[in-house]
């Protein structure tokens, strides 16, 4: 055990127990994420040819949508663009239908601009956020070289951000950048891609930047936000006269603690998103296959847009064991 000196001062929490109270629902969701019938669906029939354009220039044969319902099976399969290719065509085979496939190359172009639509705003009211960060590797064709002799060079990878709905378990917001921009700076960016409104946001001490709280607050002026101050925080000049919310946070871990303080802040439902990311890289993968930036925004778009569809199948209810 590391570090047993310390082991007499450290927090004992028993482990939580739960237990999935509608697994029959749940088992046949899961189940159902694997059918062709969910990814291939009768609106990306209806809509496979692209409407006719009027501006010059060349006629698109495939619409967005079934480069899209492409792009979402080689996501959900873990296929190259030339499987993905075979794998349509089989369906529009066994489909009976009279359609044209795409190409593997006509699927890489088109995923640097293809239109992505909209995601459903949310009905249950304002949105809990949870943001976080991880990082996703890059597949090159030098890859092999590195598997086979290794290399004195660290392993390029890029940054995904997401923003998290705490009740509905949907992810609302993503952006992908550098492996050197800075968690807090993302927080502006996750925030214009939410049209619903923010009640709080909640992130890791990463977000614990004055910039955090005015991005927030020049967006949602009632929200609440709750990042884990670090080890050396201090009062701001204004604490005793105007606290902060910050202040607030400091102050009440002064008083009662860290661990209280997350519990009275709810500061412990980040553990959803850290969750939500498991399963990205469980799902989707842990890397990036498309080469070029806008390609790659693309790709972590269908991978949202993949992992929200699973999760409207069916979600478990989970209740605690006593």
Known sequence: MPHKANAARRHHIPRPKRRVANWAVYDAALRQ?????????????????????????????????????????????????????????????????DLPVPDHSTIGRRARTVRLPN??????????????????????PGEWLIEKHGTRKRRSWKKLHIGMDAASGRIVAATLTDRDEDDAAQIGPLLDQVSDPVAALTGDGAYDRMGVYAAVHERHPEATVVARPRSDAVLSDTAATAPTQRDHHIQAIAEKGRMAWQRDSRYNLRARVEGQIGRFKL??????????????????????????RMLGLGRPESVSIA
């Open 119 to 140: 995601p459903p705003r949310s009905t249950s009211g304002p949105l809990h956020l949870l943001v976080d960060s991880t990082g996703l590797k890059l597949c090159g």
């Open 33 to 97: 994420r694997g059918s062709l019938t969910v990814w291939f669906t009768e609106e990306a029939i209806a809509s496979w040819r692209a409407a006719p354009r009027t501006t010059p220039g060349g006629q698109p044969a495939y619409s967005d949508l079934a480069i899209t319902t492409a792009l979402m099976l080689r996501a959900v399969f873990h296929q190259a663009l030339r499987q993905t290719e075979g794998l349509i065509a089989s369906i529009l085979k066994l489909l009976g239908l």
């Open 283 to 308: 799902v989707i993968g842990p890397a990036l296959r498309f080469h070029t930036d806008q390609a790659q925004a693309a790709e972590v778009a269908i991978a949202v847009e993949v992992l929200n």
